[in-house]
């Protein structure tokens, strides 16, 4: 039972080093419940994406931003002929206290996926996630 619970700690996100299984189980059953909901999230992002292929109308942006514990990821799919500035993007993460790990653009006929992975710079400060959302919300892409 031990050595199970420990492969179950070694899977999750990062985390205090000391929990109780309960936590534990608690814990890993959020994060299964958050997957899923982002797998889904991801399958409608692919469905736009495929439908998009065939029309040449203009995409209006969506941004979904998701947020495990200290990590948090934004995701942007818009037309090709969209204006932001990824800079503009970074900033507000790295505002609210985020350090961007990595960034991925995908650019598929006429719409552009830009999926952006932060975590939190000071594991005790954390990231302000509610204060990011609505800054990435308000941000003007057009």
Same mark, same amino acid.
Not at 2 to 23: G, R, Y
Not at 63 to 70: A, F, K
Not at 76 to 85: C, E, I, R, S, Y
């Given at each position: 039972?031990?050595?199970?619970?420990?492969?179950?700690?070694?899977?999750?996100?990062?985390?205090?080093?000391?929990?109780?299984?309960?936590?534990? #189980?608690?814990?890993?059953?959020?994060?299964?419940? !958050?997957?899923? !909901?982002?797998?889904e999230?991801?399958?409608?992002? %692919?469905? !736009?994406?495929?439908?998009?292929?065939?029309?040449?109308?203009r995409?209006?942006?969506?941004?979904?931003? @998701?947020?495990?514990?200290?990590?948090?990821?934004?995701n942007? #799919?818009?037309?090709?002929?969209?204006?932001?500035?990824?800079?503009?993007?970074?900033?507000i993460?790295?505002?609210?206290?985020?350090?961007?790990?990595?960034? @991925?653009?995908?650019?598929?006929?006429?719409?552009?996926?830009?999926?952006?992975?932060?975590?939190?710079?000071?594991?005790?400060?954390?990231?302000?996630?509610?204060?990011?959302?609505d800054?990435? %919300?308000?941000? !003007?892409?057009?």
């Amino acid at each position: 039972m031990k050595v199970l619970c420990s492969n179950l700690f070694a899977l999750l996100p990062p985390h205090p080093t000391k929990m109780s299984i309960h936590e534990l #189980v608690e814990r890993a059953t959020i994060y299964v419940n !958050q997957l899923q !909901q982002r797998t889904e999230e991801l399958k409608q992002m %692919k469905a !736009q994406l495929e439908e998009g292929q065939s029309t040449a109308t203009r995409i209006s942006p969506v941004i979904n931003i @998701t947020d495990l514990d200290s990590t948090i990821q934004v995701n942007l #799919v818009a037309g090709t002929d969209m204006n932001f500035a990824l800079c503009d993007i970074i900033s507000i993460l790295e505002e609210e206290g985020a350090q961007v790990l990595s960034a @991925t653009y995908h650019n598929v006929r006429n719409k552009v996926v830009l999926s952006l992975h932060s975590q939190a710079a000071y594991s005790r400060i954390g990231i302000q996630n509610s204060r990011v959302r609505d800054r990435l %919300k308000r941000l !003007q892409i057009s």
